[in-house]
């Protein structure tokens, strides 16, 4: 993915991804209060001007890169879930890898995501991508608990328990960084399907 961002340098769409990139880095090491378009310029090798022309304002870079990593996550989602077909078990199994994919869950894009929620309540902006994300990946879940014959009421719960456990994990993902092992928590995610659903996972 690097490489093929850095070939596309000097394109529109290529520098703004490359902007959105750096953004990512700044605001996983200063937080959203402390990131700053001159400091996503230096990060992504450009020069302020340039930054100015693709974002007005800072905001407008922030909604970008909210907007991005959303997108990013959706089509991750929805590749899990072409993948498994019918399959509802293998979906769910699906969800889990997804959510340790690397490119999906390292530290730096996990502090973003929980910087944009915790910042949500007071933004419109955040409130709806973070919002729609969620409503995306939850409708997944719930999905599939309910074609394994749950009803609403017991789908909801058992999707809620999931998610959080995945929630948990991505908690840890932050907090340890490279001593998080991976396998470990995909591990444990389908020993919780696996005590919840008819069929071991």
């Given amino acids: 993915m690097e490489l093929a961002i850095r070939n596309e340098r000097g394109t529109r769409e290529g ?3 490359d902007l959105v990139e750096a953004a990512i880095a700044i605001i996983a090491r200063n937080g959203l209060a402390g990131t700053t378009l001159a400091k996503v310029a230096a990060g992504a090798g450009l020069t302020a001007g340039i930054v100015n022309h693709h974002f007005d304002t ?3 870079l922030l909604v970008e890169t909210l907007r991005t990593l959303s997108e ?3 089509q991750g989602l929805e590749t899990a879930l072409a993948e498994a ?3 509802a078990e293998a979906a769910l199994a699906g969800i889990i890898d997804h959510n340790f994919d690397p490119a ?3 530290a730096a894009h996990v502090a973003v995501w929980f910087a944009f929620q915790a910042e949500a309540p007071w933004r419109a902006a955040y409130t709806e991508i973070c919002g729609d994300r969620d409503a995306l990946y939850m409708d997944a879940i719930r999905g599939r608990f309910a074609q394994l014959g749950l009803g609403p009421a017991d789908a909801d719960v058992q999707a809620r328990a999931f998610a959080g456990l995945l929630d948990r994990y991505w908690q840890d993902i932050l ?3 490279a001593r998080f092992d991976r396998q470990a928590a995909r591990d444990a995610c389908r020993r919780f ?3 919840v659903l008819p069929v071991k996972v």
């Fill in 104 to 106: 999906i869950s390292d």
């Fill in 15 to 17: 520098r703004r991804r």
């Fill in 58 to 60: 800072k905001e407008a």
């Fill in 193 to 195: 399907l696996g005590a």
């Fill in 175 to 177: 907090f340890l960084d």
């Fill in 72 to 74: 990013e996550f959706a």
């Fill in 85 to 87: 077909g019918q399959d």
